[in-house]
Each structure stands twice: as C-alpha cells, then as structure tokens.
C-alpha cells in the first residue's frame, strides 16, 4: 500500500557529486517527514539529513555543508544532493518517511530498499 523507491546510487570519485531521490507512493493522508539513512558495512545506521514537511531540515554534522535535501510535497518526493564526496560517505543510503496513511490512523515510519552510493578512485 505504501512504496519508497529510491534512485540515483553509483560510483564516484571522491570529490564527485550524486543526486538521490525517493518517492512515495500508495495510499498517504499526509508525510511528516521524510530524510535519508545510511549504513556502512560493520558501523550503525545513521542519519544523514532530513525534512520535515514545513521545510524544517537536520544534518549529520558529517555531511554539513556538503548535503542539501529537498523535498517536493506535491510529488511525496525527497531529494538529496551530495557534492564533495568523500571515501567515508561509502554506504547504502535508505529513503525513510513519516506516514499517516488516513486521517484516523497513527503515523508509521517506512523505508525503501536501498541504494549504494560508493565512493572511491
């Protein structure tokens, strides 16, 4: 009833830029919030930025100044934008969002399936 799909992971050189992007879809009363988790192989999931839907964002101070994330209410769409990229932002980045399916239902957190984002030479 609710899908994340994630796109935009890949290789790069340090320094390079990508460009994520999840949408939401199914069935959404409303989306407070949706933002971007990464994982590293033998390290905690951590989060790397997110939105709310009034535009409020937070950053990982890892990726401050380096990361932009957006978000298109309209589309139930999340962005991330990351430029400058180093070896250690090497993960797989999860799409997750804040979702009131109906109006008489509690919010409920879900994720998408993944995607890798390798940085290297």
């Known amino acids: 009833q609710v899908q994340l799909v994630e796109s935009g992971g890949g290789l790069v050189q340090p320094g390079g830029s990508l460009r994520l992007s999840c949408a939401a879809s199914?069935?959404?009363?409303?989306?407070?919030?949706m933002g971007w988790y990464r994982q590293a192989p033998g390290k905690q999931r951590e989060l790397v930025a997110a939105v709310t839907s009034g535009g409020s964002t937070n950053f990982a101070d890892s990726v401050k100044g380096r990361f932009t994330i957006s978000r298109d209410n309209a589309k139930n769409t999340v962005y991330l934008q990351m430029n400058s990229l180093k070896p250690e932002d090497t993960a797989v980045y999860y799409c997750?969002?804040?979702?009131?399916?109906?109006?008489?239902?509690?919010?409920?957190?879900?994720w998408g399936q993944g995607t890798q984002v390798t940085v290297s030479s």
């Open positions: 997750n969002a804040r979702i009131r399916r109906y109006y008489y239902t509690p919010e409920g957190d879900y």
């Open positions: 199914g069935s959404i009363f409303s989306i407070n919030a």
